[in-house]
């Protein structure tokens, strides 16, 4: 936060304005084989060897499944309007399609019963990456059928949930998904062919698409939202040589437009064609068939954490991430890094919402995601004090304002996350909650960052 401005307090924000916390099902829920759940591609991943550090799984995480009574609770103390979840492909339909698990449906109903006994508005998330494991080995995200499938899979949540949760999140980040699972392999399945990551992106659209449609004429509400959660990372050049500038453009055009351009106006941008064509996919990249299948929705989720900044450098080999970048380097962050070696640079976030607002000027926006990890440490009282989370979260609450203040149409923020989770393939050392989880116990404690927020959210500190 920039010292020389006067600080902010919630009141600040429009009335109608929602300030929540997010998880994830894989990375908090455990109980991975109990009552009907089966198998999904993370399950198979993490129980590779060598595929996450340390080994570790999803397996347990944080218990979710079994504490979200008490989680629930934690939020209500926290102060939250609303909480972002995922629901378990796998829980709830366990063949991937067809029969659909009882228990599992009856879990996410307690879920959100709870949350709304307690003033907490369910938001759901229907695809955070684990995809059943079944379906994988039907061909996954790479068959043209999963588009269909993953219609069957909306249509079955919303007839379950849709008396409870009106707020939807088709996918989250599809770029993830697709080009960290299908290029550079370090996200379930682990696959590394580029050309595979832009035909998954190319079903992730349609899907999605398909999705909101259907949930649209599944029992009906006028107070339905419908969206997808985007990380349009800013790509920004190290340098103003013309050779810089076009490949972070490439990047951006891999990490953003090759999601944000059908989301918001059905089409995929020429740099994306283009290298699709350069990979040979061209006639699976279809953009006669985005346009047809286009769907709006009702609000843009975007989740921010950094920006990527890009050199580069003529004849190495792509970057798996963004593979038809050429010549792309991504350069080391200005300034201080979070535990995942990201840079704090709050003004992207705002330079992002002021982006989306340019492609879509009348279109609501919601933060998703924001935070950071940060290599927390107990005292000796069992507190946990987070000075760097707490001006983290302070200088991008910061930001959004500034986005406001300009015309953007944001209307909520929520801080990913509110437990210490499983992060993916780096296991448990990376620390993103607002509340602690014991590695050994699983009990949880509210970091001085979760009681910041709860302060702020009432009006009591300001940002």
Known sequence: MDENKPGISSSDFP????????????????????????????????????????????????????????????????????YRFSIAWPRILPGGVGAVN???????????????????????????????LTLHERGGWLNPESVGWFAE?????????????????????????????????????????????????????????????AMRSTRPDRRDRFGIALNLIPAWPSDDAPATVRAA?????????????????????????QMAARFGVADLVDGAEIREAFEPIDFLGVNYYNVNHFSHRAGIEPLPSWPGAEGAVLD???????????????????????????????????????GAAY???????????????????????????????????VIGYFVWSLLDNFEWSLGYDMRFGLVRVDPETLDRTVKASGRWYRDFISGRVRA
């Open 375 to 409: 290599p927390d440490e107990v005292d000796d009282n069992g507190a946990v004090i987070d000075p760097e989370r707490i001006r983290y979260i302070e200088q991008h609450i910061a930001a959004v304002k500034d986005a406001i203040d300009s015309g953007v149409n």
């Open 249 to 273: 453009a490439q990047a951006d055009a891999i990490h953003s437009g090759m999601f944000a351009e059908p989301t918001l106006h059905g089409r995929y941008p020429d740099a994306v064609r």
């Open 153 to 213: 899979y909306a249509t079955v949540a919303k007839e379950a949930l849709g008396d409870l949760v009106t707020d939807w999140a088709t996918l989250n980040e599809p770029h993830c998904t697709a080009f960290l699972g299908y290029s550079e392999g370090v996200h379930a399945p682990g696959s590394t062919n580029p050309a595979d990551a832009f035909a998954v992106s190319h079903h992730l659209n349609l899907a999605h698409f398909a999705a909101v449609r």
């Open 15 to 82: 009335s109608a304005f929602v300030w929540g916390v997010a998880t994830s099902a894989y990375q908090i829920e455990g109980a991975a084989s109990e009552d009907g759940r089966s198998p999904s591609i993370w399950d198979e991943f993490s129980h590779t060897s060598g595929r996450t550090r340390n080994g570790e799984t999803g397996d347990v995480a944080a218990d979710h499944y079994h504490r979200y009574r008490e989680d629930v609770a934690l939020m209500k103390d926290l102060g939250v309007d609303a």
């Open 102 to 132: 009882s228990e599992g449906v009856a879990f996410y109903r307690r879920l959100c019963e709870e949350l709304r006994a307690h003033d907490i508005t369910p938001f759901a998330t229907l695809y955070h990456w684990d995809l059943p």
């Open 332 to 370: 080391r962050p200005p300034g201080e890094l979070t535990d995942m070696g990201w840079g704090v640079e709050p003004e992207g976030l705002t330079w992002t919402l002021q982006r989306v607002a340019r492609w879509a000027p009348d279109l609501p926006v919601i933060v998703l995601e924001n």
